[in-house]
């Protein structure tokens, strides 16, 4: 059913506040997949807290228009998904990824993040980025680290005496 002007003004708009707030975009071809199919991506989709949309050409670079996404609208060819992630930039990647493994005819055809156009063979270089919790863990061990190193050196003057002392002890108790 196609929609008339307002639906349009109003998904052009909907599209372009969520692409603004977006740290990641993939657009795939769907082609040839069942609705079953697109029911299940759209399942994960939801748990994993990617914003998909399939949109037309036209209004999807209308939508992109005034976004850090705005490059990728070249590339808007053929029936496509818009996934944008919201949450950590790699989830729509890791979405993506997983689901093209088990359906064939799903193929990625552009990446974009931080405002760069990437090809679809760097998809796995996006679904590898670390989730925000995995980020995080990762800085603060390294924020600890020379904090424990210092620890460390400050007390081995202390640990090295103790165990001369105690060699000692045990050295008279022998003879």
């Known amino acids: 059913m196609p929609l008339k002007l307002e639906g349009k003004v109003a998904l052009v708009s909907e599209v372009n506040g969520v692409a603004a707030q977006a740290h990641s975009v993939i657009a795939a071809e769907y082609r040839g997949l069942k609705a079953a199919e697109m029911d299940e991506l759209r399942v994960k989709a939801r748990n994993d807290e990617v914003y998909l949309r399939i949109v037309k050409n036209t209004l999807a670079r209308r939508a992109l228009q005034g976004t850090d996404f705005e490059p990728l609208a070249q590339r808007l060819v053929g029936p496509l998904v818009l996934g944008f992630s919201m949450q950590d930039p790699g989830a729509v990647a890791r979405l993506f990824k997983d689901f093209a493994k088990s359906h064939d005819k ?63 002890r045990d050295q008279k108790q022998a003879a």
């Open 106 to 168: 799903f193929q990625v055809k552009a990446v974009a993040i931080g405002g760069q156009v990437l090809e679809a063979a760097d998809l796995d270089r996006v679904a590898n980025l670390p989730t925000r919790d995995q980020a995080i863990a990762m800085l603060m061990g390294v924020m600890k680290a020379p904090i424990e190193k210092f620890v460390r050196t400050v007390n081995e003057p202390v640990a090295k005496l103790a165990r001369t002392l105690s060699a000692i």
